[in-house]
């Protein structure tokens, strides 16, 4: 008996240090819960970053900057990560290292400048008339090659878009039905084709066709055909960044040797460029066709930055067209690069007064033990009861992150014995095999004398 079995894609998952965070854990009173949105404990600092989030959302923290300051693994990042999830999908969020500026073929300030202007947004409105329907008839005329006789290549074509409204057809050229074939454009496609440039969007299958005729492929969802008329005006919504645009213009003046050889990413972008950028986006703003989307900047491990990078930062936080910046470091009394100062975070402190800071603390028993809980449901491991608790034991004598590391290992230890829950045994294993920083520490002073200095 024949059968039809339906395939499910599998989509790459990957599991990240943070990917279980989902927000800030905060009700409407902005009051943190203890566990919620896979945050855990940090009570008051993710209050703070939820009244932080307010004021971004209500247009109030433009120049503005924060800095999350606290030891190593008390959720500095994870707050960073919840205060982009609660912005939205819009909102651009960028992530870099303070080391990052000194890794590249670019100017520090350059590097910094990118960084910045990746986390502005852009959201613009193009309002365009567009014929759009359902593709009820598709008639190709064709002609002989101009250089192969033997060769028929598409001339023109008749074709119908249907609508619940209407029905109207018409005479494309070439160049569109290029585009249709191309884009394996058929009848009962939906389309929309642009009156002005006359490009062609698929935008997908037809239900009413889908429904009565066929079986629809599993990577694909049925559209409705559209209502109203054929020809219609139609507002499109793009979101880009200052950088984006930084690049369009930049691409665009390069001329005949960029268009042969490339422009490439890693060079630095004339300042005049991004002056008629500003100007082109703050007229776009007055005539009510764009919308300034102020984004977040997320620059960890601040203290590896020089007393230039800060000088360049601070005349960034006074600009017009400024993201939220947030610093963090786990760094306390130090000095501040390219300079015998020592500053608190290794921060000039003129700088250090512009900024809300947010500290955090370290993680108590319980909050250790909920933080493993949640690791082991986002990495799939079965855990049990008494091996959650001996690994919370090893997270407080030594540090969360080495606990949380241990989790996939003690889960392969365990399927080699075939079996799918960790027991405390399997924990026992791999802590022997993968020493912490306190027993590596000890291990370089015992054979200190063997190795290279």
């Known amino acids: ?117 990746k986390a502005i947004g852009v959201r613009l409105h193009e309002t365009r008339k567009v014929y759009e329907g359902e593709l009820t008839q598709f008639d190709i005329r064709t002609t002989r090659h101009a250089y192969n006789p033997y060769q028929q290549v598409p001339e023109s074509a008749r074709i119908t878009l249907t609508t619940k409204s209407e029905s109207r057809s018409f005479n494309v050229g070439s160049s569109i039905v290029v585009a249709m074939l191309n884009q394996g454009i058929r009848i009962g496609d939906v389309i929309q084709i642009d009156a002005e440039t006359g490009k062609v969007i698929r935008v997908g299958r037809s239900e009413e066709v889908a429904e009565k005729y066929e079986i629809a492929g599993y990577d694909e969802k049925p559209v409705p055909r559209p209502s109203g008329p054929v020809e219609k005006e139609k507002e499109f919504v793009y979101v880009v960044t200052l950088h984006d645009l930084d690049q369009m213009q930049a691409q665009a003046r390069g001329g005949f040797f960029s268009l042969l050889f490339g422009g490439g990413e890693a060079r630095e972008i004339d300042p005049e460029i991004r002056r008629r950028v500003d100007e082109y986006v703050k007229q776009r703003v007055e005539d009510g066709t764009a919308e300034i989307i102020p984004g977040v900047f997320f620059l960890d491990d601040v203290s590896m930055l020089d007393i230039e990078a800060f000088s360049f930062l601070s005349t960034v936080l006074e600009s017009e067209l400024a993201p939220i910046v947030i610093f963090a470091t786990n760094r306390g009394i130090t000095t501040v690069r390219g300079t015998d100062l020592q500053a608190p975070h290794g921060m000039p402190l003129d700088l250090l007064d512009r900024l809300l800071i947010i500290n955090t603390r370290l993680y108590t028993e319980e909050e250790i033990m909920e933080i493993l809980k949640i690791r082991a449901r986002e990495e799939n491991v079965n855990i049990t009861e008494e091996a959650l608790n001996y690994l919370t034991k090893i997270g407080v004598e030594t540090s969360l992150r080495y606990a949380v590391q241990l989790l996939s290992p003690a889960a392969e230890k365990a399927k080699s014995d075939n079996r799918d829950t960790v027991t405390k045994d399997d924990i026992e294993v791999v802590r022997k095999l993968f020493s912490d920083v306190k027993r590596s520490v000890e291990y370089v002073k015992q054979y200190e004398e063997y190795m290279l200095r």
């Open 1 to 117: 008996m024949s059968s039809i079995t339906p395939i499910s894609p599998k989509g790459f998952v990957r599991v990240g240090a943070h990917s279980h965070i989902k927000g800030l854990g905060l009700d409407k009173n902005l009051k943190a819960k203890l566990v919620a949105d896979g945050m855990v404990g940090q009570t008051e600092a993710r209050e703070a970053a939820g009244i932080i989030v307010r004021m971004i959302k209500a247009g109030k923290m433009a120049g503005r900057a924060i800095l999350l300051a606290g030891p190593p693994g008390t959720g500095k990042t994870a707050i960073a990560i919840a205060i982009a999830r609660e912005l939205g999908r819009d909102v651009p969020f960028i992530t870099l290292s303070g080391s990052e500026i000194y890794s590249s073929e670019l100017k520090k300030t350059e590097v910094l400048m990118q960084a910045v202007r």
